[in-house]
Nanobody
Framework: QVQLVESGGGLVQPGESLRLSCAAS????????MGWYRQAPGKQRELVAT???????NYADSMKGRFTISRDNNKKTIYLQMNSLKPEDTAVYYC????????WGQGTQVAASS
């Protein structure tokens, strides 16, 4: 069954903001570290940020400052707030849960372009 459902991607102008959402099943949300990865065309998938069940966050160095990961325990959803988007942020963003094996969402396209 589908366990991670992403939403919120789209096309924005450089400098604008987007918020991605990832709704998870209870069995995943309450037990595993979750996070966001992204994959730009022709590049490897890279870590954006993670969040533990207790809310501790971790960011890739290049993502610190503009991106914020958070979680809503009532909605069983994690979020990625992306501010001041740049063209180089253009990628497919994937929600991830560190189950074994890992669980991935279907991906959502984010594009920052004028």
């Amino acid at each position: 069954q589908v366990q991670l459902v992403e939403s919120g991607g789209g096309l924005v102008q450089p400098g604008e903001s987007l918020r991605l959402s990832c709704a998870a099943s209870e069995s995943i949300f309450s037990r595993f570290v979750m996070g966001w990865y992204r994959q730009a065309p022709g590049k490897q998938r890279e870590l954006v940020a993670t969040i533990t069940t207790s809310g501790t966050t971790n960011y890739a160095d290049s993502m610190k400052g503009r991106f914020t990961i958070s979680r809503d325990n009532n909605k069983k959803t994690i979020y990625l707030q992306m501010n001041s988007l740049k063209p180089e942020d253009t990628a497919v963003y994937y929600c991830n849960a560190r189950t074994f094996p890992q669980t991935w969402g279907q991906g959502t396209q984010v594009a920052a372009s004028s």
